[in-house]
C-alpha cells in the first residue's frame, strides 16, 4: 500500500550508541520532515526537506542530522543517543508545500535510549 | 505561524454532533486554518483545512468566523472511534515557512 514507511517500530537504545531511523514514501512527495512527540505534547518538527538535496532545520535539530539523495528517502540519524532522546518519531510527507496539500504520516518509531 | 488555543478536552456522546473549538486570534491573511487528529499512538491524520469560507468532506465540518480569529471543527455523529486528540494549526500558504506547527490539541473523548 502506498504510504510513509517507518522502520524501526520499537528499538532501545544506550546512551552514546549510534542509529537511524529510516523513512520511506513512494507517493513522488517533495516534501518530507520528522517530528518527535513527547509525553503530553505535541509534535515538534526536527528537520524537514523540500526536495532531494535540500534539508533544513525544524524547531528541536540539536542531536539530530539528515540527508536526502533521494525523493523516496529521508533518514533521520542519532550521532550519540541520549536519554532525552527518549522519544516517539513520526515521518511525514506531502506533494508540495502548497496550502492545498494534506500531510501524510507514517506510523511512529518508539526509541528509548537508556 | 499564528499560534492557536485549544481546550485541553471535551467529550460528546456517540452519535451526537462534536463542535471542536479554536482560536486563532493572531492569524494573518495569508495563514490558512487545518485540522489534524491523532488517534492513540497513530501518526496524526489530516482531517481538512481553509482560508475563510466553510468547508466541509466526508469527515467534517470547518466553520471559520468572519473575522476569521476562531474557527470550529464539526464531527457530525461523532463514534467511538472519533476519540482522539484533535489539532488546530495555522500555517501559510506555500513556502519554507509553511511547515506545520503542533501543539497540545484538544482529547476528544466519545462516550457511548
Known amino acids: 500500500n502506498a504510504g510513509v514507511t517507518q522502520t524501526p517500530k520499537f528499538q532501545v537504545l544506550k546512551t552514546g550508541q549510534s542509529m537511524t531511523l529510516q523513512c520511506a514514501q513512494d507517493m513522488n512527495h517533495e516534501y518530507m520532515s520528522w517530528y518527535r512527540q513527547d509525553p503530553g505534547m505535541g509534535l515538534r518538527l526536527i528537520h524537514y526537506?523540500?526536495?532531494?538535496?535540500?534539508?533544513d532545520q525544524g524547531e528541536v535539530p540539536n542531536g539530530y542530522n539528515v540527508s536526502r539523495s533521494t525523493t523516496e528517502d529521508f533518514p533521520l540519524r542519532l550521532l550519540s543517543a541520549a536519554p532525552s532522546q527518549t522519544s516517539v518519531y513520526f515521518c511525514?510527507?506531502?506533494?508540495?508545500?502548497?496550502?492545498?496539500?494534506?500531510?501524510?504520516f507514517g506510523s511512529g518509531t518508539r526509541l528509548t535510549v537508556v | 505561524d499564528a499560534k492557536t488555543t485549544q481546550p485541553p478536552s471535551m467529550d460528546c456522546a456517540e452519535g451526537r454532533a462534536a463542535n471542536l473549538p479554536c482560536n486563532h486570534s493572531?492569524?494573518?491573511?495569508?495563514?490558512?486554518v487545518y485540522w489534524y487528529r491523532q488517534i492513540h499512538s497513530q501518526g496524526p491524520q489530516y482531517i481538512i483545512h481553509?482560508?475563510?469560507n466553510n468547508e466541509t468532506n466526508e469527515m467534517a465540518s470547518l466553520i471559520i468566523t468572519e473575522d476569521r480569529k476562531s474557527s470550529t471543527l464539526i464531527l457530525p455523529h461523532a463514534t467511538l472511534r472519533d476519540t482522539a486528540v484533535y489539532y488546530c494549526i495555522v500555517r501559510v500558504a506555500s513556502g519554507a515557512n509553511s511547515k506545520l506547527t503542533f501543539g497540545k490539541g484538544i482529547t476528544l473523548s466519545v462516550r457511548p
Open positions: 493572531t492569524i494573518s491573511g495569508n495563514e490558512y
Open positions: 511525514a510527507s506531502s506533494l508540495g508545500t502548497g496550502m492545498h496539500y494534506g500531510y501524510t
Open positions: 526537506s523540500v526536495g532531494a538535496g535540500i534539508t
Open positions: 481553509g482560508l475563510k
